[in-house]
């Protein structure tokens, strides 16, 4: 038995949609991204040091409790995502 002819898939009559330009960032950070960067490191690393070597009792570290964690990290986390953005 002969096949039948295939048909074509009709064409669509709707427009093709526009492609959308996307604004290219500055190809620099700006200049106070990587001491701001290094700073939040580097309080990150003092804090959770002096909170760790004192076992809480530095200052007013003792008031804090385990916050001083949730401060020393949030700071390295800050670090990194400044770090994410340096070009």
Do not use: D
């Amino acid at each position: 038995m002969p096949e039948s002819r295939r048909r074509k898939p009709k064409k669509s009559t709707t427009p093709r949609p526009q492609p959308v330009k996307v604004k290219k960032s500055s190809a620099h950070s700006g200049p106070w991204l990587v001491p701001a960067m290094l700073a939040c490191f580097a309080i990150s690393i003092v804090w959770l040091l002096t909170y760790y070597f004192s076992e809480g009792e530095a200052l007013f570290m003792n008031s804090l409790g385990g916050f001083n964690l949730l401060i020393g990290f949030g700071f390295a986390v800050g670090g990194l995502g400044l770090a994410t953005r340096w070009r």
